[in-house]
């Protein structure tokens, strides 16, 4: 189940965020040309120690100036026998010289519910529900009006429209607001690789990438100290929709107990995903 003061549910909203893990993810650059219309399927599995814990599908629509993405994650293999979960993400905006958000929803249902509700307007979070409450602690760095301005939420960080090149795709600093935490994540160029994976062939761009948290986290704890000063957080990157949005094609975290890999197992027309809505907002 997701918990708000570990690290596991972080790492599942990270998960939820770029595909998987919000901790590892891009918007465009100022000044790129606005994206056009394009749809992304694709499928995950994600791993603990070597062993399966879950899998995901995930489906972006662009369309006429706005995009639509949904994510369903749940939990498999042995994970299963110690809690069967399911988890539905959502989030909707628009697309220009920048990723824009206007909603974000989080649904996971398992031994307890966790539920995010919020919306934002021009990158400022406007209304917000989130389900469990963040527990009050005397470390707690508190959740200022300021923290929830100019930021994007975890789904919709995983989005990237056209990029100039490749290292347009990592050189940015990311500022993500998941409900409960604030924080930012900052990404850099480490190059390119050629990938093979079904429904996509071609080179691959690597992000290193660094989290920096901002608020809601507890100040001094082990596992905040870990997270600050771990560089062993990558992402790789695949151009999909005919070259239009770039999505994670593989996330690798190393947590205090062991390391977190995500992988695209398929893209394209054979990753049956379902019926994606309408991007018109």
Not at 160 to 178: A, E, G
Not at 226 to 247: I, K, Q, S, T
């Amino acid at each position: 189940m997701v918990r708000v003061d570990t690290l596991p549910r972080r790492l599942k909203g990270a998960m939820a965020a770029a595909a998987f893990v919000a901790t590892l993810s891009a918007v465009p650059p100022s000044g790129a040309a606005a994206a056009r219309e394009g749809e992304v399927q694709a499928l995950y599995s994600a791993s603990f120690m070597g062993i399966g814990i879950a899998k995901g599908s995930l489906s972006i629509r662009v369309e006429r100036g706005a995009y639509a993405a949904k994510l369903h994650i749940s939990t498999a293999g042995l994970a299963r026998i110690v809690s069967s979960e399911e988890s539905y993400i959502n989030a909707k905006g628009y697309v220009g010289s920048s990723l824009v958000p206007s909603t974000y929803e989080l649904m996971s249902r398992g031994d307890t519910v966790t539920q995010v509700s919020m919306s934002l307007g021009g990158g400022n979070v406007r209304s917000l529900k989130a389900i469990p409450e963040l527990i009050e602690r005397e470390d707690r760095v508190p959740v200022t009006s300021a923290a929830k301005r100019r930021v994007v939420d975890p789904l919709s960080a995983a989005i990237l429209p056209i990029v100039r090149d490749d290292k347009d795709v990592c050189d940015r600093t990311l500022p993500v607001f998941d409900g409960w935490t604030r924080y930012d994540i900052k990404l850099s160029y480490s190059g390119t690789e050629a990938v093979n994976i079904p429904g996509y062939k071609g080179d691959a761009v690597h992000c290193s990438a660094r989290w920096v948290p901002v608020a809601g986290h507890r100040e001094g704890t082990k596992s905040t100290e870990y997270m600050r000063d771990n560089r062993d957080l990558d992402v790789w990157f695949v151009p999909m929709a005919e070259g239009r949005v770039m999505v994670p094609s593989r996330i690798s975290v190393k947590t205090m107990r062991g390391l977190l890999l995500v992988v695209a197992t398929q893209f394209g027309e054979n990753a049956k995903l379902g019926k994606v809505e309408q991007a018109s907002n």
